[in-house]
């Protein structure tokens, strides 16, 4: 039996962050260059208004259907799809509305996994499996397994996880 | 910390089979009595063109949202809540436009579980937990920890696991 690796969605293998910073770069008018949003967390540098918008943003219809696959994203995980067995497994109770477009986004890009793959829930621990790759710390932590810190602006600061920094890292580290 | 149970939602909370039964006897005029869906499951009992139809009706936009709650579910669910870590996992890959309105039965009948504890996933095998109940035995067969079988028509011939036949039962044994 291959080992089993499970995948975050968001900040894994869809660019939401870089998606978000783009929006909030050409659409909020913040006087902030874009390179800033690649250094520090939007709550961090952004107005508390600004804020409100951005969590609007991510509520509305259609958000999740269009975030641009992470590089190397699909020809990775296609890749080791050969030596492991592979689940996505993503936070979607926390936005109900976004149920069906995270679904035809994971079918878009990452239909050779097969839907029944694919995992919605809410705490990560539900998770039975060797290796999670996740962008959260407490996501990894409430997992058993090995844990991947997937680096992203928000967790640049936290120590105590391996950290991947992209698509080509993990798939030296795991193929 | 409390051992983790995790239960189905169609068939184990929400009576599915009866639902589908009712719907089947009212509209679509096979001559069968009521209680012949009782005993047998749909594909044994009715015509081809009748199981699309039945399979048509499952795909109809509103139909997870209006299943009733098993008798006793909520009430034991809650009374084993005190005991136990409860999540729902339920295969809602195979309906990707059910995503909503499972959540919404969900948050309707069983909000004092949190929507974090709500999984929908393919395989059950990814679930990571001491307790499984299930009507079909294929989960239980993916699950690693104890599985408990819940009595239902197309399950009446299979044996092998620990059959319970309704949530007073599953009281008496868990709590």
Known sequence: MKPRLVLDQDDVLAATHDYLADIVFNEFGTGLSRETFDTAPFQEILSADDQKRLYKKIHEVGFFRHIPVKPQAVEVVRA??????????????????????????????????????????????????????????YNLEAFEGRGLLFDAVHNRQIEGHQRVMNWEEIEKLLN
């Not at 509305?97 to 694919?118: A, I, P, T």
């Not at 705490?123 to 039975?128: A, C, D, E, L, Y």
Request: one cysteine or more; aromatic letters at 18%; proline letters at 2%.
């Open 80 to 137: 080791l799809s050969q030596k492991y067995d592979i689940f996505v497994a993503t936070a979607a109770m926390e936005f109900p509305n976004s149920f069906r477009e995270k679904y035809d986004w994971l079918m878009q890009h990452f239909d050779f996994l097969g839907c029944k793959n694919f995992v919605f829930c809410g705490s990560k621990n539900i998770i039975n499996a060797d290796i999670l790759i996740d962008d959260m710390a």
